[in-house]
């Protein structure tokens, strides 16, 4: 055999073993129906997909849908693609629950998850499995009326390096609460905790919008230290109409995360003041378009971010750009707000200013 055909069959073969290594894809419908669903997600294997396909699930009373966990190294897949995931109100439970282990990625796009008093519950009291590697991407989340996620107190048998669960890029529009942590016994060193990153987090009505667990320490002069579990995994958030980032006893035990930034909230500031955590003002981005986009670095020239900040703001923002395209100051489809580089006329290179040098490239 020649080394160009010997060249040919290793190149075939790396690609079967390429298409192969994701497993197989496990297809929901919404004419399954919850229990079809269910019976479908017991079927599928660590490293396979198992993607709800666009339409409505109506979660009956009671129930939950139940992800089945995969292993370390091999994660199941959840992926829901234009579904319409709801419960039947204020006295529903919850949506999903992840009851059962962890290695569980869900992500979901043009996806909204509502109508039920909490989105997703991670962990349970009787069965105590532990869990880890979860993370949680995209939910658009609305009509909840208690809490997005819900994660119980299991402590891990040594501390964890990192967020056993986390969130990014989420829209979480209502309810008490974003995140809620049932401590049950007391936190440890080795308890779990939520990371939040990229997200926006609006309207809620509880005192603040994320729990973060805690513990005390001996200070060894007679005293306690407090120490907080993962607080530098809440990052380039955006909290809008909000009460509190979390619980504002704790804010001067906080590392300081980073880049959050709050519209009418009235404990914004956690750790050192000097940091590049911000109150801004309407004038800053639209709070009427909630979908979090990551592009960059944030420029809005004429507000209080002044490029200071990555970009955490809206798809509806990018949206508005493009019905504003082209025009230019005096003219009725002119909006001083999208000329972010104050050229009053609005055309690409404000969207290279939204965009940045990590994306723009070319010269102005």
Sequence with gaps: MSRTNILLVVVI????????SYGATVNIYPGDGIPGAQAKIETANPGDEVIFN????????????????????SHIRYHFEGADVYGTGVEHDGLIGIVRGGYIDLTASDSTFRDSKQVISIGDQMLQFLFKEISLAGLNVNNIHR????????????????????????????GSKAVAYNEVAGTTENSPWVGVENCTVANLSGPWAIDVPSFRVADGNGGFVTVMLGNDDLNNNVFI???????????????SPTQNCYKDVNEPYIGDPNDDNRMVD?????QDTLQPTILGRMNFGKGSFAGAYQFVASQGTI??????????????????????????????????????????????
Aim: glycine share 6%.
């Design 241 to 255: 109409d909000c009460e509190a980032f979390s619980d504002p006893e704790q804010y001067v035990s906080y590392n």
């Design 54 to 73: 666009s339409g409505s699930y109506s979660v009956p009373q009671f129930v939950y849908i139940s992800l089945k966990p995969g292993i370390e190294g």
């Design 282 to 286: 309407a004038n800053d981005f639209y």
């Design 147 to 174: 809490q997005t996620v819900a994660f119980l107190n299991i402590p891990h048998q040594s501390p964890l390096e990192e967020a056993p669960v986390q969130m990014s890029s989420c829209i979480i529009d209502g």
């Design 13 to 20: 073969i790396s690609a079967l073993c390429i298409s192969t």
């Design 319 to 364: 949206k508005r750009l493009s019905e504003v395209w082209c025009s230019q100051e005096g003219e009725p489809e002119y909006d001083p707000k999208l000329d972010l580089n104050g050229d009053n006329k609005i055309n690409f290179l404000d969207f290279a200013v939204i965009a940045g040098p990590e994306v723009w490239k070319g010269e102005y």
